[in-house]
């Protein structure tokens, strides 16, 4: 399969959505293919554009944005479009076509084909620190424990917790949530004022291993204890979601993110889960980090970007003006001033940092990428600490389940846990 076939692939996962919104711009995508088939290149254009509007930053509508100012002699749109588009998914596939044969004879075309080239150019900074060579384990979270040097992951396709020791080499099962009557293992975290409790997200995933449709947008948050994995208690929303990432405040208020319904959770002082955040553009939430002062809390949104969240006001903002840059972030993690954020939705995929100002927001031009189009870091999930550096999993394996979902044994790659030294990003 050529790379240009595989983009527009994405348009059965990515176009198609249950939800009224996305069947609208669908709707507006097709009723633009179309008018582009009656040879009505203007309405494919105003197609476009309306459907961009309505579900921005995806690749197929992008690329076809571009090509409908391009048939109505619009270049510098066209080629503002690209540009756009390259900024997360830079794939030679967008510059290896005939359909773009007008602007290929322009000077800017050059430009773009050397932005491209630039962004799948190899960088490496991290370096693996631990391995995993057990199939069928899926890891998504990792949190390090300070006092104890033990570290914990947990498991997509079981639902297992697992706690590793650096000294003793082997993970040993804290707890089962599937046998729980839980789903899969997603965030966690360890809670800063009682050191014996560990928070953990569990979602019904297709990757469960017993998933099925009838439990399907089942949730919860879960409140276990490190000595001996006994659940001390459960939060669920109570409606369809799929709770990912959370972190902790200083004092032990816990924020969690639904990236099925974007909003973040908070469980408040009665020990309540409530609604905390929400926000007309957010599509699909996942990491999430305090800053030092715990003044702003910021998000990732897979579609659009990063925000920040002033907590005394409540005022959500994204973090800078092409907040394109940075989506497709799942963990995200904030120390110094300087944001990293693990993009696994981007082509290629890529660990970015850059440095946030006095007011939260991000200096762009210290926007930087020291891991990128490695081989090795082909899926970064979530994250953790360990004084100054980060670790984080490189390489959950996502893209190892056949058709009907169970796991390629045969293939399943040595899974490896990367660290990050800190260092102020740079241009």
């Known amino acids: 399969m050529t790379q240009l076939l595989k983009l527009f692939t994405l348009i059965t996962f990515l176009l198609l959505s249950v939800n009224l919104s996305a069947q609208s711009y669908v709707e507006i995508y097709n009723e633009g293919q179309e008018a582009l088939k009656k040879g009505d290149v203007q309405t494919f254009r105003e197609s476009m554009e309306r459907a961009n509007k309505l579900r921005p930053n995806h690749p197929v509508i992008m690329y076809n944005l571009a090509k409908g100012h391009m048939l109505n002699n619009e270049n510098r749109q066209a080629f503002q479009a690209l540009a756009v588009l390259i900024h997360f998914y830079a794939s030679p596939a967008i510059l290896d076509t005939l359909e773009f044969s007008v602007l290929k004879k322009l000077p800017e075309w050059e430009q773009l084909t050397k932005a491209v080239s630039e962004k799948q150019r190899t960088t490496t900074t991290s370096e693996v620190v ?23 992951l947990t498991d997509i396709r079981e639902g297992w917790i697992y706690k590793f020791n650096p000294n003793r080499q082997e993970l040993e099962l804290l707890v089962d949530l599937k046998e729980s009557g839980f789903w899969s293992a997603l965030g966690v975290a360890i809670d800063p004022v009682d050191s014996d ?13 017993d998933y099925h449709e009838e439990i399907d947008g089942k949730s919860a948050v879960l409140k276990i204890s490190k000595k001996n994995g006994r659940i001390i208690n459960s939060y669920e929303p109570g409606s369809e979601r799929i709770l990912g990432d959370l972190t902790i405040t200083k004092d ?18 009665n020990d309540v889960l409530k609604v905390a955040f929400q926000h007309e553009e957010w599509w699909n939430l996942q990491g999430l980090a305090f800053s030092d002062d715990e003044k702003y809390l910021y998000l990732s949104d897979y ?25 497709g972030g799942d963990g995200i993690y904030l120390k110094g001033g300087i944001l990293t954020v693990l993009q696994n939705g981007t082509t290629p995929k890529r660990v970015a940092q850059i440095q946030l100002d006095d007011k939260g927001k991000a200096i ?31 390489n959950s394996p996502w893209g190892y389940y056949g058709e009907d979902r169970s796991p390629v044994l045969d293939k399943w790659p040595k899974l490896k846990i990367f660290k990050l030294k800190t260092h102020p990003a740079s241009p």
């Open 303 to 327: 579609i659009t970007g990063v925000y920040s969240i002033e907590i005394s006001s409540g005022t959500i903002q994204p973090i800078m003006e092409e907040n394109e840059w940075l989506r």
């Open 197 to 209: 409790v560990l928070w953990v997200t569990t979602s019904v995933m297709p990757q469960f291993s």
């Open 252 to 269: 032990g208020s816990v924020y969690i993110t639904d990236s099925r319904n974007p909003v973040v959770f908070t469980i408040d002082s």
């Open 130 to 152: 631990f391995e995993f060579d057990k199939p069928g384990f899926h890891p998504e979270g990792i949190t390090y424990d300070g006092e104890t040097g033990d570290f914990y």
């Open 364 to 394: 762009a031009e210290t926007l930087a990428f020291p891991d990128q189009a490695r081989e090795d870091i082909n899926e970064p999930t979530l994250g953790t600490w360990v004084n100054n550096d980060l670790y984080y999993i490189g």
